[in-house]
């Protein structure tokens, strides 16, 4: 699992980003993530454990969220 730092979350479009605490790109999350792992929501500057899964269309995000 990678842990990351909440860059910022947008409700209101659904998704945001995090920053990777071992560098490299910034990982994208939906919604959809943060309700299936069943958080209140994310907020900026907030710790989180993550696994990066590629989706169909061959993107990466976030998934399996836990707060850390």
Do not use: C
């Not at 860059?7 to 995090?18: L, V």
């Not at 990777?20 to 299936?36: M, P, Q, Y």
């Not at 899964?53 to 061959?58: I, K, L, M, P, S």
């Amino acid at each position: 699992m990678a842990i990351g730092t909440v860059k910022f979350f947008n409700y209101d479009r659904g998704y945001g980003f995090i920053s990777n605490d071992a560098g490299g790109d910034d990982s994208f999350v939906h919604i959809t993530a943060v309700e299936a792992a069943g958080l209140p929501g994310l907020n900026k500057d907030e710790r989180v454990s993550y696994d990066i899964e590629t989706g169909a269309n061959g993107k990466s995000s976030a998934v399996n969220l836990q707060a850390a």
